[in-house]
């Protein structure tokens, strides 16, 4: 079973999360959006990049639909 998929941001093969014991808990990447809305990206540029944008987002999202 190949499960080398490569992040869409950092290009990186994705690696799997894992619990505290080291099992693998998941690997399917994470859903990049708002960045790009194809393929998947890793756990780190989710947790640094994704996350981040997408809070930005709904706090623009927010500010701008008041006037209406
Ligand atoms: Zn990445």
Redesign the pocket.
């Known amino acids: 079973m190949n499960w080398q998929m490569k992040?869409?941001?950092?290009?990186?093969f994705?690696e799997p999360d894992r619990d505290k014991y080291g099992h693998i808990i998941w690997h399917g990447g994470h859903n990049p959006s708002p960045i790009t809305d194809e393929g998947y990206?890793?756990?780190?540029?989710?947790d640094e990049?994704v996350t981040p944008t997408r809070i930005a987002e709904i706090q623009l999202s927010i500010k701008g639909g008041k006037d209406g």
Do not use: G, S
Request: with cysteine.
């Open positions: 992040c869409v941001i950092c290009h990186d994705i990206c890793c756990k780190v540029c989710n990049i």
